[in-house]
């Protein structure tokens, strides 16, 4: 294509920039644009973040089940420090600070 004139090319090379000029718009701000990318990425991110911990958690959880259903030591412990139990053949001694009195 071979443009003739001055005026002809200059409207040419403004409808061309002008649409190069759309064209980039759209790449960056529209649907599915840069600025959605790196949204997607960011919340991408946190949610792996997220998963990590739930693992972590549910790990933590299993391990702890574990011990329940087989460490009667475990069992034992938690009663005493979270229930305030004793166990058979065991006496508590209740000591008071003068202050207290």
Same mark, same amino acid.
């Given at each position: 294509?071979?443009?003739? =004139?001055?005026?002809?090319?200059?409207?040419?090379?403004?409808?061309?920039?002008?649409?190069?000029?759309?064209? =980039?718009?759209?790449?960056?701000?529209?649907?599915? %644009?840069?600025?959605?990318?790196?949204?997607?990425?960011?919340?991408?991110? $946190?949610?792996?973040?997220?998963?990590? =911990?739930?693992?972590?958690? @549910?790990?933590? #959880?299993?391990?702890?089940?574990?011990?329940?259903?087989?460490?009667? @030591?475990?069992?034992?412990? #938690?009663?005493?420090?979270?229930? %305030?139990?004793? %166990?058979?053949?065991?006496?508590?001694? $209740?000591?008071?600070?003068?202050?207290?009195?």
């Amino acid at each position: 294509m071979v443009i003739k =004139t001055a005026k002809n090319r200059k409207s040419f090379l403004i409808i061309f920039g002008a649409a190069i000029l759309v064209i =980039t718009l759209f790449a960056v701000v529209g649907e599915n %644009g840069l600025i959605d990318a790196y949204r997607f990425k960011k919340e991408r991110d $946190r949610i792996s973040l997220l998963n990590r =911990t739930v693992e972590e958690e @549910n790990k933590r #959880l299993a391990d702890e089940i574990n011990l329940l259903k087989t460490d009667r @030591n475990y069992i034992s412990r #938690l009663a005493r420090n979270d229930l %305030g139990m004793v %166990g058979k053949n065991e006496v508590v001694y $209740r000591i008071e600070k003068a202050e207290d009195r």
